[in-house]
């Protein structure tokens, strides 16, 4: 990602070049994207950003799985530190309280944390620290800051009642459990001064209030147990994904393998040439075997495939061309993709050491 940074960056800044991205690896799209903004370079991604990875999107989430996936002291000071959560404070006091809470409730003790019980859960660690032996930053906590850390709780507890009331429960529908969470959200997400400026700011922010408001008028009759409601929200936001009002730098984009075959820029990087990536694996269908396609006369998966050989040829016709790809995939070594591995077979061993060189 950093390396297809650089190229893109070099493309327009020295050479004065428009320059463009072109993968169907989302991840990968984030990842230069990021890095583009370190140059003061903001891309025009067509692809746009998932809901969830937003920050509205990501608080929604981290609340659901907290309060319904009690336990994990890491899922809830993901949540009580998201910069989101103001619980009708100023952001610098929840904050302080949020890190006191941490230091008494959540550090060096035992047992599962409940999102929603946390209240007694601090003061009787508190109680427990004061005893004979008791730490030494224990000294320099201040009233003030404990009486923060209590207030913090106390509000937490009573935005959450109203979600915290369907724990346990076999049968819930979408629609109530749903005006629920929209009441902890905001309750969680609330300015100093009562307003949800914040939550439901810029696109992001736009698009989460867009797909609330479409669930909540939802007249789907769709019953769930209640511990099953984070991995339902999941698949409901999944699909879900926001594109920027304005466009970005109009000299930097990154495109799908469909897209570039309507574009021209003087600089083209093909990023992600990895087997499973250029081309994608051929997935079996879930329902219809080949056999079943077959007798319907539909394509077979390996049509996508030649589908991608195509959309791979096309963007090699730009007038400067970066093939790039990853060493690695996670933990293993990653597999050049075939067509990558043809192209350097084709040309020889010296003209693929030039290539190589020209990229370092």
Do not use: C
Request: hydrophobic content about 50%; cysteine-free.
């Amino acid at each position: 990602a950093v390396a297809i940074a650089i190229a893109l960056r070099r493309a327009v800044e020295a050479q004065g070049e428009t320059a463009a991205l072109v993968t169907s690896d989302r991840n990968l799209a984030r990842r230069v994207s990021t890095e583009l903004l370190r140059f003061g370079i903001q891309a025009d991604d067509s692809g746009g950003t998932p809901l969830a990875n937003t920050p509205p999107g990501a608080l929604l989430r981290l609340l659901l799985q907290a309060l319904f996936r009690p336990g994990d002291p890491v899922a809830i000071m993901a949540l009580l530190k998201h910069p989101l959560l103001m619980l009708g404070l100023d952001r610098t006091v929840t904050r302080r309280a949020v890190e006191a809470i941490e230091l008494v409730a959540l550090r060096g003790g035992t047992g599962r944390p409940d999102l929603a019980d946390m209240a007694a859960l601090f003061d009787a660690r508190l109680e427990a620290l004061a005893g004979d032996r008791p730490p030494f930053w224990l000294a320099r906590m201040s009233a003030l800051r404990l009486e923060e850390a209590r207030t913090v709780l106390a509000r937490l507890r009573d935005a959450l009642a109203p979600l915290a009331a369907f724990r346990g429960r076999d049968s819930v529908g979408l629609a109530e459990i749903l005006r629920a969470t929209v009441m902890a959200l905001e309750a969680l997400g609330r300015g100093e001064d009562g307003g949800l400026e914040e939550l439901y700011a810029a696109d992001a922010g736009d698009k989460l209030a867009e797909f609330l408001r479409g669930l909540v008028a939802s007249t789907a009759a769709f019953v769930f147990d209640a511990a099953e409601w984070p991995d339902v929200m999941e698949a409901l936001i999944a699909p879900e994904t926001v594109k920027p009002s304005h466009a970005g730098d109009s000299r930097v984009a990154i495109w799908g393998a469909l897209e570039a075959r309507l574009m021209n820029v003087g600089t083209i990087v093909i990023g992600g040439l990895n087997e499973g990536t250029w081309p994608r694996k051929a997935e079996a269908d879930r329902f219809m075997s080949r056999v079943m396609k077959t007798g319907l006369e539909l394509e077979p998966p390996e049509r996508r495939i030649g589908q991608s050989a195509h959309d791979f040829q096309m963007a090699l016709g730009m007038g400067r061309v970066v093939l790039a790809r990853a060493a690695r995939a996670g933990d293993a070594p990653a597999v050049p993709s075939r067509w990558l591995q043809r192209i350097l077979t084709f040309v020889g061993t010296e003209q693929a050491g030039a290539m190589r060189r020209r990229g370092d």
